[in-house]
């Protein structure tokens, strides 16, 4: 199974930005359907961004015009670039990936993310 491993992780104050990746250890169709969710103490997960099988990107109103995700061109990292970021961002990052169905040539992601990363935190202090 392709690994993933999160880095970039770490203390920011309100108001700053900061750049998370997602290394995978090799390319599959699973590249395709790739997301970020978080977690805080004490709370359930939640998404944050998520591509779809034709790199459509979406975001959670919570992060939409602050965070961008991103793929560099061999779809073998994925990158969170999080601006103006706020305490309540203040979670552990996990990457996530699927594979997805095959529809004839084309392929759909379903948000049924079952490879995942180890997390990097990110903190944010006011």
């Known amino acids: 199974q392709v690994q993933l491993s999160e880095s970039g992780g770490g203390a920011v104050q309100a108001g700053g930005s900061l750049r998370i990746s997602c290394k995978a250890s090799?390319?599959?169709?699973?590249?395709?359907?790739m997301a970020w969710f978080r977690q805080a103490p004490g709370k359930e997960r939640e998404e944050v961004a998520h591509f779809e099988a034709n790199g459509k990107t979406i975001y959670s109103d919570s992060v939409k015009g602050r965070f961008t995700i991103s793929q560099d061109n061999d779809k073998t990292t994925l990158y969170l670039q999080m601006n103006d970021l706020k305490p309540e961002d203040t979670a552990m990052y996990y990457c996530?990936?699927?594979?997805?169905?095959?529809?004839?040539?084309?392929?759909?992601?379903?948000?049924?993310?079952?490879?995942w990363g180890q997390g990097t935190q990110v903190t944010v202090s006011s």
């Open positions: 996530a990936q699927e594979n997805p169905q095959v529809l004839g040539t084309a392929l759909m992601c379903r948000g049924r993310y079952d490879n």
């Open positions: 090799a390319y599959s169709y699973s590249s395709y359907c």
